[in-house]
C-alpha cells in the first residue's frame, strides 16, 4: 500500500469539488496538495477527465516537479504548483480553474476591483492581475516562470500569500491556495462569484467607486481579525 | 424540550430555501423568524455549511441580540435583524442574501428602478439602495448601524416597511423581510429576478424610462389593493 | 365526471411545461387552451404555485372571461386571453410568462430584432413590442384592453396571428399562442432564446444589422414554406 | 441487420450528448458520423426530438446527401455535411448547433478573438466567421452552399481544417468537425465556453488586446505540437 494512500484520497476529492461547483468543463482545471514533512504533492493526471478520475491515478510529484509515484503524467501545470509550494511554506493546497468570469478578467488584463463586502468578507486587496509574461520566460521553462510571474508580482505589490490567496494571470486564467487543499477549492469559487459580481457591476456603471477603507478594514477583520467574530469558535 | 422548537424549526426550513433557491453560495446568508409574544427571535448560527445545518443549531436571540438559546455563535449579522425587528413591529420574518444581481446594483449604489410589471407587481417604487455608512459608524457597532442605516432611508425616503419590504444596503447586499419568514424568502428571490431584468433592460438600453405612475398603481392594486383580483380568495 | 376532463388535463400539462423549461418563477404565468365547439377555455388558477397545481384546479371560462367550471379563481390575465381567443378563431392555445430576457425587452419598449436564423425559422419578422397603453385604458378594463393592445398592434403592422405567433407587451411581458398549446409552449421558450441571443448580439455590437431579406425568406420557407423540408412529412 | 448498425449508434450516441451539454434547444443541432470506407455518414433525422430519438432513428446518406437508407427524412443540414465530408477527407465527424453565445457572435458577424489560453490551446486563429452568402446562393442550393462557403473562407484565409475544427456562420450559427465525431462535438463545447468567456472580456473591455504570439505558440504547442505534454501519451 503506497504511503501517499491519504494524499492522494485527499486529492482526488478535492479535484472532483471543482466540476460539482461548476468551476471546470471537461479537464480545464486540476487542485494539488501539498505534504511538507514528505517534501512532495500530489497533483492530478494530466487531460483526464473527471469523471473517470479514480484516487490511485493522482501522481505524487517533489519539489522539481519530479514524479515520485504514479504511472500518469502529471498535470501540464505541475511546474508552476511546485514553485508556489517551494516559495510560499505557508500553504498547503493549490487549485487551478479556467472558471468563466474569473478567465474573462484575466483576458482583459485587469484587476478586479473591490467593489463589495462579498469581496472584503476574503481579501482587502483588489484581485491581482500578473501582466502577461516576456517573450522569452513563454518560449523557455514557461510553467515554472508562471510560477514565478505570481510570486514577483506578489513582491512587488507588498502582497502576502496568507492574506490575499488569490490571483489572475493576464491573457490565461485563475490560480488560489489555502492553508488547506479546502480552502484553495473554497477560494476558487468565492473568486469566481467575486468575478461575477464585479462584471456586472463595472458593465452597469463603469465608474463605480471601489469600496471605502473603512468597510474593507471592518469586513476583513469580522471574520479575519483579532477579535473575528464570524463563523463558530 | 425547548419551548423554541416551532421557532427552531420554522427558521430552519426558511434558510435551507436559500440554497434552494440559488441565492446563496455557501454561508452568504441568513434568515430569521421572531415570536413577538416571547420577545425573541430565531437565526441561523454563523458560517455553518447549509448541508450540515439542522433545527437544533438555530440560535434563540433577545432585541439586543443577547443568546437566549443555542450553544453556537448567532450569524454575524444579527444585531441588524435585531434593529429591524426592535423597530418594525409589523414584520415577522427577515431574510439576508449576497444573490448575484440583487448585489451588483448594490456595489454599484445604485437603486433599482422600476422598469416593467414584475416589480410593479410588488412594489410601487424603486428598490431602495441605502448610502455608505459614514466612517464612524462602521467603525462602531457595525451591524447595529446597519439596521439603523436601513430605517433612517426608510425615514428620508418616506417608505413604509409593510409597502416596501426589500432594500439594498450601498457596497453590501440585500435584506428582505415581510409578515412571515416565508414571505421574506420569497421576496428575496422576486428581487434577484428583478435586479437581473433590470440589469439587462439597463445595458440594452442604457436611458430606458421608468414605469409611468398609472401601470404601477393598476398592477399593485390588483395584487396588493382592497379590489385586489390576483391569488385565491 | 366533468365534460371538460380532458380541457383541464391538457391545460395542466401545459402549464406545468413552464417550469420545467425554465420560464417561470414562483406563479408568474399561465397557459390557456381552447374548446371551440364548446366555446370555452381552460386556464390555469391565479396564483396557485406550480408544484400544487392539480388538473382539477383549473378553471373552465367562456370568452367573456365568466367562470364555467371550477372553484378557483382563474388567472388574474384571463380576460386578455378571452379577447385573443374570440378575434382570432385560428389559435388553440396561448402561453404568459415573465421570461427573463423577453421581459428584459419589454421593459426595454423594444422589438427585438430578427438577426440570425434561429430567429427566422419561426418568423420573418421582428418580435413586435406593443407600445404603453393610455392612461386610460390602464385604468380601465385592464386585462382586457391589454388583448385589444396586442391586437390592434398587429393590425397597425399588417401582422398575421398565424405567421407571427409571440408579441412583447412595453413594460410588462411576451405573450405566445399557436395552433395548439403545445405550440404555444414551444414558442415560449424559443421566444427567450432568441431574446437572449439578440441581447448578446446587441450588447457586443450595438450597430448589428439585420438578417438580409434573402435569408430572412430561405429559413422561414425550408421550415413552412409550400416545399418545406425540415421535420419528417 | 443494418450494415450500419455501429455508425448509426456512434452517431446517435454523439447527437444524444448535444442537448446533455447544453448546447442545444429542442431540435436546433445535429451530429453526423462518416464511414469513409463505404462512402455514406450517418445524421439526425430532421426535427425529431432528442428525448424521442432512438439510434434506429438514424439516417444513412452519401455524399450527394441522398439516403441510402432509413426511413426518415435526414437533418436539413445534411447537404452542408455533405460537401464538408467530401471535401475534407481527413474529418470524420460534423456537429452543428446554435449554442447560445457562439450563435450570438455569428448573429454580430464577427470573429470570436483569440484572447487567452483557453482559446489557444484549441486554435492557433481567431474562430473564424465566414460572411454572409450571396442572394443567389441563397436563393440556389442553399445548405451545398452553406458547405461552400465554409470552404472558401478557409481557403481565403490559409486555415486547414486540422487545425481550425470550427467556424461561425454569419447570420447563422456555427459548426464543428474533427478526426472523430466525439472530438467535433468536445470542440462544440469548447467553442461555446470560448464564445463565452471572449464576449465578457469584449463587454468588460472593449479595446482588449489579442493573444501574443508567444502565448499562442506555446499553448497550442503543449497540447498538439510534436513535443506535447498534455494530456496521457
Redesign the interface.
Known amino acids: 500500500m503506497s504511503q501517499y494512500q491519504d494524499l492522494k484520497q485527499a486529492c482526488y476529492e478535492a479535484n472532483m469539488q471543482l466540476p460539482k461547483l461548476g468551476l471546470v ?2 479537464t ?1 482545471g486540476n487542485a494539488s496538495v501539498v505534504d511538507r514533512d514528505k517534501g512532495v504533492f500530489a497533483i492530478k ?4 477527465p473527471y469523471d473517470t478520475l479514480r484516487p490511485e491515478d493522482i501522481v505524487i510529484v517533489d519539489f522539481d516537479a519530479n514524479t515520485v509515484e504514479g504511472s ?2 502529471p498535470s ?1 501545470d505541475t511546474k508552476t504548483h511546485a514553485v508556489l509550494f517551494r516559495h510560499w511554506p505557508e500553504i498547503g493546497g493549490i487549485v487551478h480553474t ?1 472558471s ?2 474569473a ?8 484587476d478586479i476591483p473591490i ?4 469581496h472584503a468578507d476574503h481579501l482587502t486587496a483588489d484581485v491581482p492581475c500578473a501582466p ?2 516576456d ?1 522569452a520566460m ?2 523557455g521553462n ?1 510553467e515554472h516562470q508562471t510560477g514565478w510571474q505570481i510570486i514577483n508580482e506578489f513582491e512587488k505589490r507588498g502582497l502576502s500569500p496568507r492574506e490575499v490567496e488569490m490571483v489572475l494571470l493576464s ?3 485563475p490560480f488560489t491556495w489555502g492553508k488547506t487543499v479546502e480552502k484553495a477549492v ?1 477560494n476558487s ?2 473568486l469566481e ?1 467575486v468575478a ?10 463603469p465608474d ?2 471601489r ?2 477603507q ?2 474593507i478594514q ?1 469586513h476583513y477583520e ?2 479575519h481579525g483579532a477579535n473575528s ?5
Chains 1, 2, 3, 4 share one sequence.
Open positions: 468543463l471537461f480545464f493526471p494530466s487531460g483526464v500518469g503524467r501540464s479556467h468563466t468570469y478567465t474573462a478578467w484575466a483576458q482583459a488584463q485587469l467593489l463589495g463586502t462579498t502577461p509574461m517573450d513563454i518560449a514557461y491573457n490565461h486564467a473554497y469559487a468565492v462569484e461575477r459580481m464585479a462584471y456586472l457591476s463595472c458593465t452597469l456603471r463605480v467607486p469600496l471605502k473603512a468597510l471592518k469580522r471574520k467574530y464570524y463563523g463558530q469558535r
